[in-house]
């Protein structure tokens, strides 16, 4: 007797169709043979023993015989204990448990207890996906991976909690459609829940270059390197920033969703994330750590910032050679890891923000303490940080040690509420600047060198200054690129429809620093 199940399996954050073949021989033995094939792994090469004993706690008697299941297409690796349930479920209907024969219009995975129980695994989001483009109307999951995938519309979601609970599921489409609701979650409201953030701008005293530079990296999305010393508050600024973030949209939450599902970092009960990500790695993480790496590799740290930010607080800390792998994703917003039996791409469009000190004791052109570093201390300390890396930062920005008047001060600080009032007027305006000319980008740094010519003119006074800096400075093609999209930035949040001198001053300001510390 042959039975045929559908299961998926992931690779990257994309999920395949898994058809699960299990066929029995007939002949009783004196003890169970149960083989599979089909490239599986060693999580799924255990799933026997998983399987053999959820069947019989669940109350099902099977005589030992040879059981053979085949996971196809054969030439794909297979991995994980999302198997167990279409293996399970493949002997029970080759023996005739469900009261159907048929079960092509169900997709089903998940890990099984010993004693029946369904147990949820990560990517579950992808898996929905692929039900929703192979036109597979049902899916059959864990209960506690149903949030997750009932974003995905189009696919109805029915969540079990145990092996008897799927056999009672089938058995109820005998009359032609499942006698259950699927479960439901409404996208929409997921997404414009108000969102609550425990730290505020108003906690931070003093530093209102530093913030005027932060409202200007978040309005457009745009690299930025704090340097200064210990306890100016570089770190404190930082973990505010996703305060004043733009809300996600649904394509980026979905996309989003989608590699924390997959890494399996996703929080089960949300279902759905709602916030941009703040990812902040210690200095000690590796290459493979940041990018993503493995024999079958997953997403790194710069996948999980997607379409949100990466904090690297002490960045010359960080090995060379780690800071050295971000130059591609910055740069093309993908990271491509390849092994011998397979090559995945990640999505890694995400905002950096670093901080560092001016020198190993910190103290470097601070007017309250004296610096013990020689010169090639310092030199040797800042060039950990090469000047391509620097290149790729759109804005470097100085904090001083904060004075005790304005630590002490009781003027109110502005809050974070207003700064992100501002910033998402200046979203709405890049969003529907983009919309008009039908470009698929979210943000003034995602522009390419043909949209910076059409969207950042220059008037004859803002060009001559811009040609100045550049011959001052010694700056790239990039930098300039860099620079422009700043300005552009700058003029949004002003709601200015053409660049002027002014802008294009500021931004170029946010590029000197790097030439004062590695000239």
Avoid at 242 to 252: C, D, F, K, Q, V
Wanted: proline letters at 6%.
């Amino acid at each position: 007797m042959l039975f045929k199940a559908l299961s998926a399996a992931v690779y990257g954050i994309d999920a395949n169709l898994i058809d699960v073949e299990v066929d029995y021989s007939g002949v009783v033995t004196e003890k169970d043979i149960l083989h599979t094939v089909g490239l599986p792994d060693a999580a799924v090469r255990e799933s026997r023993d998983r399987v053999r004993a959820a069947i019989k706690n669940s109350g099902y008697s099977i005589p030992p015989t040879q059981i053979t299941i085949n996971l196809a297409p054969a030439d794909l690796k297979k991995e994980g204990s999302g198997f167990d349930l279409p293996i399970a479920l493949g002997i029970l209907g080759a023996y005739g448990a469900p009261r159907i024969d048929n079960v092509d219009q169900f997709l089903m995975v998940g890990e099984l207890g010993l004693d029946g129980s369904v147990r949820p695994i990560p990517g579950m989001l992808p898996v929905a996906i692929l039900a929703r483009e192979k036109k597979i109307p049902n899916l059959i999951l864990p209960a506690a991976n149903a949030a997750e995938a009932a974003v995905v519309e189009g696919v109805n979601v029915y969540p079990v909690a145990s092996l008897l609970d799927v056999i009672d599921l089938l058995n109820s489409t005998v009359v032609g459609q499942v006698q259950r609701e699927p479960f439901r979650v409404k996208t929409e409201e997921l997404l414009g829940e108000l969102q609550h953030f425990s730290v505020d701008f108003k906690d931070v005293r003093g530093q209102q270059t530093a913030k005027r530079a932060l409202e200007v990296s978040a309005a457009g999305s745009h690299n930025i390197l704090m340097i200064g010393p210990p306890g100016s508050g570089k770190t404190m600024l930082a973990k505010r920033l996703p305060s004043i973030l733009a809300p996600l949209s649904l394509e980026e939450a979905l996309e989003t969703t989608k590699i924390h599902s997959v890494a399996g970092v996703l929080d089960a009960a949300a279902g759905l994330v709602t916030q941009r990500p703040f990812r902040s790695p210690h200095h000690t993480i590796s290459d493979a750590g940041l990018i993503g790496g493995g024999i079958i590799p997953r997403p790194g740290e710069v996948s999980l910032a997607h379409n949100g930010l990466l904090f690297l607080d002490e960045l010359p800390e960080f090995p060379r050679n780690v800071l050295e792998v971000m130059r591609q994703p910055l740069e093309d917003h993908t990271v491509t890891i390849a092994r011998a039996s397979m090559s995945l791409t990640f999505p890694a469009r995400f905002m950096l923000a670093a901080a560092m000190n001016p020198c190993p004791c910190g103290y470097f052109n601070d007017k309250s303490r004296e610096c013990l570093c020689t010169p090639p201390m310092i030199q040797r300390y800042v060039a950990k940080i090469s000047g391509p890396l620097l290149d790729r930062i759109d804005i470097h920005i100085e904090v001083p040690a904060v004075q005790y008047e304005e630590l002490r001060g009781g003027a109110a600080a502005e809050g974070s509420a207003e700064i992100r009032a501002r910033v998402l007027a200046a979203r709405d305006r890049q969003r529907a600047r983009f919309k008009i000319s039908g470009e698929k980008i979210f943000s003034n740094a995602q522009m390419s060198t043909r949209q910076i010519r059409v969207h950042c003119e220059l008037g004859p006074d803002a060009e001559r200054l811009l040609e100045r800096a550049m011959q001052q400075q010694g700056l790239t093609a990039r930098a300039h690129d860099r620079i422009l999209k700043v300005a552009r930035t700058i003029a949004d949040l002003e709601g200015a429809e053409r660049l002027a001198v002014s802008h294009l001053a500021e931004a170029i300001q946010y590029r000197t620093l790097d030439r004062s510390y590695w000239a």
